[in-house]
């Protein structure tokens, strides 16, 4: 087991320097120990395991199943054959898409979309209700940032053929129940995708139990190297969906006019994959697993229940986040763009995020161009949100005199 107490010392980045990182919701640090994989796979294993008939190649390939084990585990999902690599959580989304609703929807059909889907998860889905006449209906939130039961409800109905949502919002920390969500979407036969991006990192997901059909979250942003990603799909769906990218590593036969495709996971990760960064992935389960989401969640939730209490003594704050251990906050400062907050707290070194979020349709809900938002790893410390909101007083002291109310 890892202990949470020194655990900064772990992430080179924080360790030799005096930042506060509160940006972990764009991407989280890197612990050395995924680093060091990562290197110690270019300088000792480095090979392309893409038929490969030597030792080198071969093991490789070993690695990459052994990380496809540990992610199915993570997850709980059947079997490691359900578990396709990506480049991210975007490709993921997009891969179902446009392999299961360019095949699958017609006129018609509606398509559940909840109003907080990062762009990942709505995007691609508007592609195909234009491409295919499909409609789109959103699931709006109540004050408390919360997607109402009578919502589920009404919005879903015998026309809905997908659902999408995300286990965790990335702009107001909000928790969605997804198991119940998908209840009702399987009762009037539509499938569920999942958006793990923000969720996976700091609380546990099972796809069994919740019973979604797809599922995609990106290793990055829980601890991981940039540029993998997962989709994990229920075998019986995958086996029956087109490929989305054609190329080398996904075929069976190529004959001169057509070709038969590889068995799963492969069908669906042509080309080489990043190979360096799954097995780094894997060191990065692995680093989860050590520490334990209980611990995790636990740190986190005091982290985020301190930080809404500070920011909330502050009467020039306004907070947009659930109650329940957000592990995302958004807020602005009245009077005072959320940009120019941003820079002049990276110039008292504190990284926080300002900006939409990847999510416009939420912030036109909620009537804002834009926020400010803190996001939380497991190297945070009360100690950061002690500077940010010392610095965001310093700022609003400094700034106070120009503002008219
Ligand atoms: C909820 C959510 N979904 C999807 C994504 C997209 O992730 P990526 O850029 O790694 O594909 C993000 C990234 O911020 C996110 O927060």
Redesign the pocket.
């Known amino acids: 087991m890892r202990d949470l107490k020194n655990i900064k010392n772990e992430f080179p980045l924080l360790r030799d320097s005096d930042i506060v990182y509160l940006d972990s919701?764009?991407t989280s640090q890197k612990p050395k120990c995924v680093v060091d994989r990562i290197q110690r796979y270019y300088e000792k294993e480095n090979a392309n395991p893409n038929h490969g008939a030597y030792k080198l190649s071969i093991k490789t390939g070993e690695e990459v199943q052994e990380v496809r084990e540990k992610v199915a585990k993570f997850i709980n999902a059947k079997n490691a054959e359900e578990i396709i690599f990506t480049k991210?959580?975007?490709?993921?989304?997009n891969l179902v898409a446009q392999s299961y609703g360019m095949a699958n929807l017609k006129k018609g059909d509606e398509i559940v979309l909840s109003i907080m889907?990062?762009h990942?998860?709505l995007v691609p889905w508007q592609q195909v209700a234009l491409k295919k006449k499909a409609k789109i209906n959103y699931l709006y939130i109540d004050k408390n940032f919360e997607i109402p039961e009578s919502e589920i409800e009404k919005k879903i109905t015998k026309n809905t053929k997908v659902v999408c949502v995300?286990s965790?919002?990335?702009v107001l920390g909000t928790h969605n129940n997804i198991e119940k969500i998908a209840k009702k979407a399987h009762s009037v036969g539509a499938i569920v995708v999942a958006?793990l991006?923000?969720g996976v990192a700091h609380v546990p997901f099972d796809v069994q139990k919740t019973d979604v059909d797809f599922a995609?979250f990106?290793a990055?942003?829980m601890y991981g190297p940039l540029g993998v990603?997962v989709l994990y799909g229920k075998r019986e769906l995958l086996e029956k969906m087109d490929p989305f990218l054609m190329g080398g590593s996904m075929v069976e036969y190529v004959y001169e006019q057509k070709t038969t495709f590889a068995e799963l996971p492969k069908k669906f990760e042509a080309g080489t994959q990043n190979l360096a960064g799954i097995i780094g992935f894997g060191a990065a389960i692995d680093f989860m697993n050590e520490i334990g989401y209980k611990a995790i969640t636990k740190k986190e939730a005091e982290l985020s229940k301190y930080a809404l209490a500070c920011l909330k003594k502050l009467s020039f704050v306004e907070i947009y986040a659930t109650k329940n251990n957000p592990a995302v906050i958004s807020f602005n400062v009245k009077n005072i763009h959320p940009h120019d907050v941003a820079s002049l707290l990276d110039a008292k070194k504190i990284c926080i995020r300002a900006g939409n979020?990847?999510a416009q349709p939420l912030l036109r809900f909620l009537n804002l161009d834009s926020t400010l938002r803190i996001s939380f790893g497991v190297y945070n410390t009360k100690e950061d949100i002690d500077a940010l909101v010392k610095a965001l007083v310093e700022i609003y002291d400094k700034f106070k005199k120009y503002i008219k109310e």
Do not use: F, P, R
């Open positions: 919701g764009a991210n959580a975007t490709e993921a989304l889907e990062h990942s998860n995300l965790v919002s990335n958006d991006t923000q995609g990106s990055h942003k990603g979020h990847c």
